[in-house]
């Protein structure tokens, strides 16, 4: 029989492109992945997918093209049943799930959370670690309640594509705009003690990155396009890619000198044997909103809801 997860997985496959990024974002291993979307092919008689060779990417068949909005469509009914039928169990003194992004910084969640904890003692919080995107999709399938979403740039551009992807309409509270890049150095580092530098100063260096998935990986193009360099000149820094989850090894790494650690984000006001410098030169524009579903929220999420915007309306936003 047919499961909820096995049309998960093949839109999934879908929206990634990949067996084994449609795998990293199911939390799945490749093998099952591949398991799944050929249980829902052999209920319908056909194929979905055309196994092209690699570098071609994965396309849909005909069947494919014509099943895939229906699949979406029951995935999204489906996602909308079992969240009303857990806010129908859920009271103001209930637990919320909130999820935010890996960064070496902060985006004003700390301080909403903080806030509301105050306001609402009762109410028991879970918090966690997922990039943007899987937030998101996690949101529209009610494993989560709320996240708060970071992005270089107008997070709200981001809104549309994520509202039809995820069959969910988004509310948002814009709780951060940025605009001040800055590096975290070795406090050994010649360059730790100074107010700023200028990105010349730091060429030679490597920059250290949230690990993604490589469908997401755009570290390469960012730099080209911070600097204004075209896809031909040579990188001036090299890169190294570590997963924030693991916040500990990258503040071990950064704070033993191996790395520079950039962030447009508001970088932590202190870590023990780094210091956070300010980039001349160089504004990049970075936004931060809280994020839940619109027409889904038991009380204590509209709560939240509202000391978030209350912090939106402190910060002028």
Known sequence: MISMQ???TVLAVQRCKSWSEAA????QSPSTVSKRVRKVEDDLGAPLFRRAAKAQGLALTEVGDAALPYIDQICALHRRIV??????????????????????????????????????PDVRITQSLRHKTELVKLIAEGRLDAAFVFAIGDIEAGRDTWEKANGVELEFAPIMKHDVLHVGLSAAHPLAGRDSV??????????????????????RGYIRNLLGLSSTEPLPVKVKTIDFIKRDAVISFVASGYGVLPTACRPPEEIDGVRFVKVRGISEKSSAAFVCPKHRQQPALKQLADVARFYARQQGL
């Open 83 to 120: 969240a009303y039928a857990r806010d129908l169990q859920c009271d103001a003194a209930d637990e919320l799930r909130v999820g935010y992004a890996p960064l070496i910084g902060s985006v004003g969640e700390s301080e909403v959370l903080s806030l509301f904890r105050k306001r609402h």
């Open 24 to 27: 990293y974002a199911t939390f």
């Open 6 to 8: 096995d049309f998960e």
């Open 198 to 219: 200028s990105f010349s100063e730091l060429h030679g260096e490597t920059f250290v990155f949230n690990a993604v998935p490589r469908h997401l990986d755009s570290k």
